[in-house]
């Protein structure tokens, strides 16, 4: 007789998935990924997996909303230990940059793909919830410059817009290996001096 599951060992098996289900996205995108992918990266059989997920877009979505928290969860604790804003924003902007020029390790192409290719209303709720996710973390570093009066309250919205789609357009480029370390220097800048 199998031994049940308890809490912590599922917990750990679903890390588990997450994690080489990170790898085979980053490596074959989404619209190329299989089950059959995923329970191999897993080493797990057919009716393991299953009693964790039915679907690829299930496994993803997972992949992607526990990534996102991760780095939310990150900012987050630093932000509760009053770090110098500006030191937190150029450790935001470093981390961001070293993503950016290092898309083989990305989930990126596989969002876009995802995104691209399913298009009913939980899909759109799944894309605001991306969104409203890189807002809520962008927020939190604005509102610390806010509190540490080394910025301005005015506009704090605009200015989160604008860094998140001045990222997302960065996103692109690199996807299209048109990016260099020179750009993503520059539009950093930018977003920098807008703040000042």
Avoid: W
Avoid at 48 to 62: I, L, N, R
Avoid at 63 to 85: A, C, G, M, Y
């Amino acid at each position: 007789m199998a031994r049940p599951i308890d809490k912590k060992n599922r917990e750990e098996i679903r890390d588990k998935i997450m994690k080489t289900a990170r790898q085979v996205f980053c490596s074959k995108g989404f619209i190329n990924v299989t089950m059959t992918n995923l329970l191999e990266a897993a080493d797990m059989s057919r009716g393991g997996f299953y009693f964790y997920y039915k679907s690829v877009e299930e496994v993803f979505q997972d992949t992607v909303r526990n990534r996102k928290k991760r780095n939310f969860d990150k900012i987050r604790r630093s932000i509760e230990h009053n770090p110098d804003f500006f030191e937190l924003l150029d450790y935001y902007f470093k981390r961001q940059k070293i993503r950016l020029l290092n898309m083989n390790n990305s989930l990126l192409r596989a969002l876009y793909e995802y995104l691209f290719t399913h298009t009913e209303e939980s899909d759109i709720a799944f894309r605001n919830e991306q969104k409203d996710n890189i807002l809520k973390t962008v927020h939190a570093i604005l509102l610390l410059g806010i509190r540490q009066k080394a910025i301005s309250s005015k506009n704090m919205d605009a200015v989160a817009e604008h860094m998140m789609y001045t990222i997302e357009g960065l996103n692109v480029m690199a996807l299209f290996h048109g990016l260099t370390e020179q750009t993503i220097d520059q539009q950093f800048e930018i977003l920098k001096n807008m703040m000042k």
